[in-house]
Every structure is written in structure tokens, then in C-alpha cells.
Antibody, heavy 121, light 107 residues
Framework: QVQLVESGGGVVQPGGSLRLSCAAS????????MHWVRQAPGKGLEWVAF????????YYADSVKGRFTISRDNSKNTLYLQMNSLRAEDTAVYYC??????????????WGQGTMVTVSS | AIRMTQSPSSFSASTGDRVTITCRAS??????LAWYQQKPGKAPKLLIY???TLQSGVPSRFSGSGSGTDFTLTISCLQSEDFATYYC?????????FGQGTKLEIK
């Protein structure tokens, strides 16, 4: 079935780095744009980053621009989020999400289960 | 960035009630609006996209309407499994933005 599985979360000190992965299965990964969305404990959803199906276009939230990098490996059906210079306010559950259709603007129809990132000394 | 404002932020209702949640965009977004349901400890689930199109497998008691800046999500007859938090999201432009959420609780 269509599935996204995140991994790579954990506890990291402020200023540290972490790389999240999102393994896709059950659909043609290389045909869809992908997003990262996060949710701080007890808070709402915050969009983080987007990458086009072929990796040619990327967008970031202002809160992570210059610190986070989204990438993908279509040969491995995997999405990544490289997170550098981490701050306490980056503490959240990080979800990867798939765009519903292969067009320019779509809702997110499939979400992973999330991976927790805690930034603390 | 487009600001999405939901109301109310929380709401108490009973099984069988009809409930409406509103979402207002700070600028026009045509019909590029989605609604998601999230239960504690779970990922969000897409309910409605393009403002009024029901996602496959979502019960017909859920409906959406609106365009431009004002949108609504209506649950026609609340079931026990509907008590959750609901978010609207615009996908008209980047950055994608979500409303702050509406927590629907049992009265």
C-alpha cells in the first residue's frame, strides 16, 4: 500500500545537525512533489520545505531557510531533510507528506507517521 | 505569507450535532484550500481538497465550501470518531500555511 516512513529523529544539542529520511513505497515516488511539515509539542502544523518531483525546485519556510536542506533520491524512493544549526525551537515531530497529484499545487494526501526531533542540551 | 485564521479555536459538541468550522485567508486563494483531521499522536488525514472535494474514503457527513478568502468545513452529524483537531491549509502559494487548528471536544 501507499506508505511513507520517516526515520532519523533523536536528541541533538543546540547547534548540532541531524538528517531525516522518508522512505516511500506503493506509488511512483519520482512523479510527485514532496514536503516536510513539523509540529512542535502541543502546537499546530508548520510547513517546512518542498521539493519538486525531479528535485529541480525547492522552497523553504523562513524559519529554516539557510539551515535546512531538502533533497531526494528517486532511485532509492527516499526523501531527506538535512537539518543544521539546530535550535530549541526546532523541537517537533517531523512529517513527510506527498502531494496528491503531479501538478503544480496540491493538497497532501499521504503522510508518514512522523519522527521526533528534540533539540536540548 | 498568507495567514490562515480558523474559528473557533476549540468547540464542545455532542454526537449527532451539526458543526461548522470557518477558515479565513488573509488574501484570495481561489479554491486552493484543504482540510485535515488530526487525532492525538497521529498524522494528519486529508478530508477535503480544492475547498469542496471530498477525499476518497472520507464519510459524506463532511463537506466543504467557499472560495477566495472565506471557507467552511461542516460535519453534518457528529460521530464519536470525529472528535479531533481540524486544520485548514492553503496551497495557493509558498510558503504553504495552516490555520492554527480547531479542537473539537465532546460536550
Amino acid at each position: 500500500q501507499v506508505q511513507l516512513v520517516e526515520s532519523g529523529g533523536g536528541v541533538v544539542q543546540p547547534g548540532g545537525s541531524l538528517r531525516l529520511s522518508c522512505a516511500a513505497s506503493g506509488f511512483t515516488f519520482s512523479s510527485y512533489g514532496m514536503h516536510w511539515v513539523r509540529q512542535a509539542p502541543g502546537k499546530g502544523l508548520e510547513w517546512v520545505a518542498f521539493i519538486r518531483y525531479d528535485g529541480s525546485n525547492k522552497y523553504y519556510a523562513d524559519s529554516v531557510k539557510g539551515r535546512f536542506t531538502i533533497s531526494r533520491d528517486n532511485s532509492k524512493n527516499t526523501l531527506y531533510l538535512q537539518m543544521n544549526s539546530l535550535r530549541a525551537e526546532d523541537t517537533a515531530v517531523y512529517y513527510c507528506a506527498k502531494e496528491q497529484y503531479s501538478s503544480s499545487a496540491d493538497a497532501f494526501d499521504i503522510w508518514g507517521q512522523g519522527t521526533m526531533v528534540t533539540v536540548s542540551s | 505569507a498568507i495567514r490562515m485564521t480558523q474559528s473557533p479555536s476549540s468547540f464542545s459538541a455532542s454526537t449527532g450535532d451539526r458543526v461548522t468550522i470557518t477558515c479565513r485567508a488573509s488574501q484570495g486563494i481561489s479554491s486552493y484550500l484543504a482540510w485535515y483531521q488530526q487525532k492525538p499522536g497521529k498524522a494528519p488525514k486529508l478530508l477535503i481538497y480544492a475547498a469542496s472535494t471530498l477525499q476518497s474514503g472520507v464519510p459524506s457527513r463532511f463537506s466543504g465550501s467557499g472560495s477566495g478568502t472565506d471557507f467552511t468545513l461542516t460535519i453534518s452529524c457528529l460521530q464519536s470518531e470525529d472528535f479531533a483537531t481540524y486544520y485548514c491549509q492553503q496551497y495557493y502559494s509558498y510558503p504553504r500555511t495552516f490555520g492554527q487548528g480547531t479542537k473539537l471536544e465532546i460536550k
